[in-house]
């Protein structure tokens, strides 16, 4: 078959890890919502649907490959926050761990001379590049706002957001 029994064990857990950081975004979601912060909740319901995204590409790869779908236990996610910075710094070590994960599963691919799941994890491996380095800028804004200043961050989001909606055809909601 295209990939072993240990690439495939590897790449259901990776499923249950892309699901793991999927709700883990949730809980943070609702906390800034809770908190009065929207556009902090936005950001990070949008990162939840990413997640989950990527857990189904995930999915897809091992279903395409014609291997067994076995999704392990999630453990439920941090869901109490003492400040915006420590709910921003625990995304920020969630994506960093996520990297090593993505880096493990090439290194498991290089081994075993599994070319189509190293081109498959390419994709993987430029994206944590994308979401270690947006999370760390957030964190530092959050960071240099303190927690009186966080109006400043939701307003930067919201521009931010609004350019990302305006520059994909408009309002259409
Ligand atoms: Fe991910
Ligand atoms: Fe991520």
Redesign the pocket.
């Known amino acids: 078959m295209l990939i072993s029994p240990e690439m495939n064990a590897a790449l259901n857990e990776q499923v249950g890890n ?1 699901l793991a ?1 999927s709700i883990q975004y949730v809980c943070i979601a609702a906390h800034f919502d809770l908190e009065g912060l929207p556009f902090l909740a936005k950001h990070f319901y949008k ?1 939840s649907e ?2 989950r995204d ?1 857990a189904m590409r995930f999915v897809k790869y091992v279903v395409d490959a014609g291997e067994r779908l076995e999704i392990p236990a999630i453990p439920a996610p941090i869901a109490h926050f003492e400040s915006a910075e420590s709910a921003v710094r625990l995304s920020l070590e ?2 960093l761990t ?1 990297t090593r994960q993505i880096n493990q599963l090439v290194d498991l691919a290089i081994q075993q001379n599994d070319h189509t799941s190293k081109g498959f994890l390419e994709w993987f491996v430029n ?2 590049l994308e ?1 270690v380095s947006s ?1 760390d800028q957030l964190m530092r804004m959050v960071r240099r706002a303190g927690e009186s200043g966080l109006l400043f961050v939701e307003n930067y989001l919201m521009t931010r957001q609004m350019g990302a909606r305006d520059s994909a055809g408009g309002a259409q909601s």
């Open positions: 892309e950081a990162q990413e997640e990527h969630n994506e996520v994206e944590q979401e999370m």
